[in-house]
């Protein structure tokens, strides 16, 4: 068989940039709780709130720190495997991206430092900023990456001079006309993936650790966030899926599983196998006219299908389609979850009931792949193009040995797969370790302050030369 | 026509400015992972890991700050360079996340140790040494056809020798920041370290620097005719000049020590901007002989540069933020002033 050095090119990308997407996902939401925590220990003194802080600071540094090396790559990748895509976007998109490392990531990597490894030198309410600011950058980050994602779906405010495209408006490319739904989106879903994250370790700590007072608090908080975050989502999620039936309609019927060239009264399929030579679904459960009346709130409302453009501008129907099934799936789990939660709360049997509990610990990595499913659905969505409408994928990998693909293709699987282990086995491994106890914590509030902080190291020098 | 060399010609020195920031802040972390096996107890495994944990996120930044330069001001210059460096780039990347993730997962791991250990001193190494390698295909240059065909013309003798030579490099600079930053034998290995390192930093300058001018006639020309081959001949003298200090400064802490001298009078932290110095001259040198090509005689930083529109918006981020990330990364080291101290601190 021959190797095809653009079809490796795109898996190595998809491949990184998945793995990647996973870390941030989770860090956005956790670095806003820790900060959130340390607020509130600071505000009330509350030191199951510093337990919280301290206890979830360790499974977000390393998760933090896997971000970072992974987000790397793809800072590199664009020029690498599609060099000439780098070439003709590179003026709108390139200014984008050197926002984001100005404003953001130097900002989190000059504050990690602090957050992590500065509780001794500095005082507790800077210490609270350092949190904050390292919250925020995250945030930011997220909102410069997106606007540049969103103008490759939604390209607006650009002018195209001998095949290269130049900013005319820098309004019009940062705020495209899927930009803010896509930005809402988003930091929900990061801020729900870290709710339900500590929610179901929360979960597990209940029924099987002895910090009892930390993980009650912990589930609480995070089931308040999940009943406001969740059904929130599901609203954004709705409007998201209007703006990409007005700008991007291949895309919605490939979603929705449609593929007549128009159809009206169009059921809300949930489960079908679409066949793209056949040209149609085999096995359809649907209700009837449901997606007609979401789309266009009318049950005999038109939707147009997949036929209405030619073939070779069609995405891959089936994994658009499912993915969209799991993302959605999940997201009525975690609404479900909420609600289950607060019944249980008003009840008075939330900390008691098992069941409930055992369910949530195994919601831990329900974020993360209801993230991964949604980016295949706008990613897979927009083939076959790379900028919507303007440029094809296949016309701009760079013209790369395939061989070489596949040699670096090969590395980064077997790293990556290396690395998700470990990541995994850490994970578990500091869950199990539990929070630091509440006297150790409280010696090293002792160390908050520059005096103690002497005092401190004059102890634990003494004993050591002693030993000597 | 002035106007529109300026942009190009600010982003240029920007790009310049923050490739010197990446390798003298990474520089001096790589270098410290480079060095790593040449130091043997947990204890000083331990230390050498606690110098810089809080800093290698934000030093790998500039990495990324460049990367993003380069492709926002000089879109033509970051796709031909970087498919043209395929190899190099995806091989240092593999190399900085193995040593990245090494940071983390060390300190938590109690029977993996050995493994974390060597992830980050092979990470640091071949990070390290494929940026040398990029360094030398962009000194010797590539022929006009090898970007469109994506030949193997960066692997030469000439490239692998200044991987070694950046290796080297940067393990100098991570002795200088160890005498700077550390006490006791830890000291004392890395300045006795740091002066043969140097005495091999100096005659790879050297090698390179004839190896330039007899290969490249325009190269010669613009050091050695007119009247402005005076000032770079200040860059080589100069370059002497700190390497001289520098060496005597290395042995002046060894000496001092154990004659157990005040540490006042030791100027630990002197050989740390040196050997900084020495960096800035070499590659004031490099900037000198390239200029204004990105890669020799095919992209120079005009033909590559972004439309107008692109150049000015980035502009006011730029003015703006950079001021404010070098005084807050300042802050930061600031904060973390003083030797390390061997026992558990943070999180």
Redesign the interface.
Known sequence: MELDAALLSRLQFAFTVSFHIIFPSITIGLATLIAIWEGLWLKTGNPVYLQLA?FW??PF??TF??G??????L??E????F??F??????????????????A???E??????????????GPKLHFMATVVVAVGTWISAFWIIAANSWMHTPAGHII?DGVF???S?WQVIFNPSMPYRFTHMLLAAFITGTFVVLATSAWQLRHSEHKNMARKGLSMTLWLALILTPLQAYVGDLHGLNVKEHQPVKLAAMEGIWAEREAGAPLLLFAIPDRVAEKNHFEIGIPKLASLILTHDPDGELMGLKAVPADERPNVAVVFFSFRVMVGIGVLMILTAFAGAFLRWRGTLYQSRWFLTACSYLAPSGIIAVLAGWYVVEVGRQPWLVHGLVRTIDVV????AE?VL??LT??VL?YSL?FG?YLY?MR??IRKGPPPMEKLSQQLIGVKASGYAVA?AK?IKPEQEQR | MELQIGLPLFYFLLLGFAILMYVLLDGFDLGIGILYPWFNTDAEHDHLMRSISHVWDGNETWLVFGGVILFGAFPLAYASIASLLYLPIMLMLIGLIFRGVAFEYRFKSHTSKIWWNRAFAIGSSLAAFCQGLMLGVLVQGVDADSIASSSLQWLTPFSLFTGLAVMAGYALLGCTYLTMKSRGDIQQKAARYGQRLLLFVMLAMLLVSLFTLYKQPEIRERWFGGAHSLILMLLPLMAILAARLLFRDLGRVQRQFAAEADISIRHESRPFWLAASLFLLAFAGLVAGLFPYLLPHQISFYTAAAPDSSLSFMLPGVLIFLPLILAYTLWGYHIFRGKVEDYEEGY
Do not use: C
């Open positions: 301290k600071i360790k540094a390393i720190g896997m970072v090396v992974s987000g790397i790559v800072s590199y664009f020029g690498t495997n060099s000439e780098s070439r003709i976007t590179g003026a709108v998109l390139g200014p984008l991206m050197a926002y984001e490392v100005l404003t990531f130097f900002l990597a000059g504050f990690l430092g602090i957050m992590l490894f500065g509780w001794q030198r500095v001079v130049q900013v005319d820098w760079s013209p790369l040995p070489r040699f670096s590395l980064f790293t690395l470990v850490f491994k500091l190291l634990h």
